[in-house]
């Protein structure tokens, strides 16, 4: 069975920094990317940051020199480095990651998600 689990979150100043970080578990896995996604109350859930196989990266505009993702393909971990926030940056962050195992195709699996509050 596949799981992502996320950790990190919580209450941040505005101008402050948060790492988050999701480990995949699971038997044989053989992961194609991972990446970050959030959504705000009443927001559709938005892009954040993906990291594919050979490092390259994406970032959404509004997160573009703020936001760092990284990978440990050793520990199947993806972090997500965010520095300068902002209150518009509240949201449920959530994990995504496309894994295949030996018995399932490539899937798209979901973390629970985790709350980053911006706030003074």
């Known amino acids: 069975q596949v799981q992502l689990v996320e950790s990190g979150g919580g209450l941040v100043q505005p101008g402050g920094s948060m790492t988050l970080s999701c480990a995949a578990s699971?038997?044989?896995?053989?992961?194609?990317?991972m990446g970050w996604y959030r959504q705000a109350p009443g927001k559709q859930r938005e892009l954040v940051a993906t990291?594919?196989?050979?490092?390259?990266?994406n970032y959404a505009d509004s997160v573009k020199g703020r936001f760092t993702i990284s990978r440990d393909y050793i520990k199947n971990t993806v972090y997500l480095q965010m520095n300068s926030l902002k209150p518009e940056d509240t949201a449920v962050y959530y994990c995504?990651?496309?894994?295949?195992?030996?018995?399932?195709?490539?899937?798209?699996?979901w973390g629970k998600g985790t709350l980053v509050t911006v706030s003074s």
């Open positions: 699971g038997s044989s896995l053989s992961i194609n990317g």
């Open positions: 990291i594919i196989n050979g490092g390259s990266t």
């Open positions: 995504n990651a496309e894994i295949a195992t030996m018995t399932l195709s490539p899937m798209d699996y």
